[in-house]
């Protein structure tokens, strides 16, 4: 028998607004990325900005990450407490996938590798 009883209004509330959130991540991540290329483009990728652009970047993928397995946790936990059956049994368990906060740590490292990378390109122009 599978009983399925009705959500809250808090329940669906928080279910909404986490995907809300990852997409405006999302968007503000492009932005982001959008300014960085530009810089590439224009032949000048040493602009103190890229550096400060990418370490958000780095930020905006671990934040992702956070909010990616909250949203999995929550609705998890949704189906855990209001589906109801005698052959299946459901778990929430909380976690976050390891590739993706390694990836956001290596971004934080490519940002401090174009911060000194700005440092020298500066340096280097003031050299007569």
């Given at each position: 028998?599978?009983?399925?009883?009705?959500?809250?209004?808090?329940?669906?509330?928080?279910?909404?607004?986490?995907?809300?959130?990852?997409?405006?991540?999302?968007?503000?991540?492009?932005?982001l990325?959008?300014?960085?290329?530009?810089?590439?483009?224009?032949?000048?990728?040493?602009?103190?900005?890229?550096?400060?652009r990418?370490?958000?970047?780095?930020?905006?993928v671990?934040?992702?990450?956070?909010?990616?397995?909250l949203?999995?946790?929550?609705?998890?936990?949704?189906?855990?407490?209001?589906?109801?059956?005698?052959?299946?049994?459901?778990?929430?368990?909380?976690?976050?996938?390891?590739?993706?906060?390694v990836?956001?740590?290596?971004?934080?490292?490519?940002?401090?590798?174009?911060?000194?990378?700005?440092?020298?390109?500066?340096?280097?122009?003031?050299?007569?």
């Amino acid at each position: 028998m599978l009983l399925v009883r009705p959500l809250n209004g808090i329940a669906v509330t928080v279910a909404a607004i986490l995907p809300i959130v990852g997409f405006a991540l999302l968007l503000w991540v492009f932005g982001l990325l959008r300014d960085v290329f530009r810089t590439l483009r224009d032949g000048q990728p040493f602009v103190p900005a890229n550096a400060t652009r990418i370490r958000r970047v780095g930020y905006a993928v671990l934040l992702g990450e956070i909010v990616r397995a909250l949203l999995v946790f929550v609705a998890n936990y949704l189906v855990m407490t209001h589906v109801t059956s005698d052959a299946v049994r459901f778990y929430a368990v909380p976690s976050l996938e390891v590739y993706t906060v390694v990836a956001g740590l290596v971004i934080l490292v490519i940002a401090e590798v174009f911060r000194a990378g700005t440092r020298l390109d500066e340096e280097q122009s003031l050299t007569v």
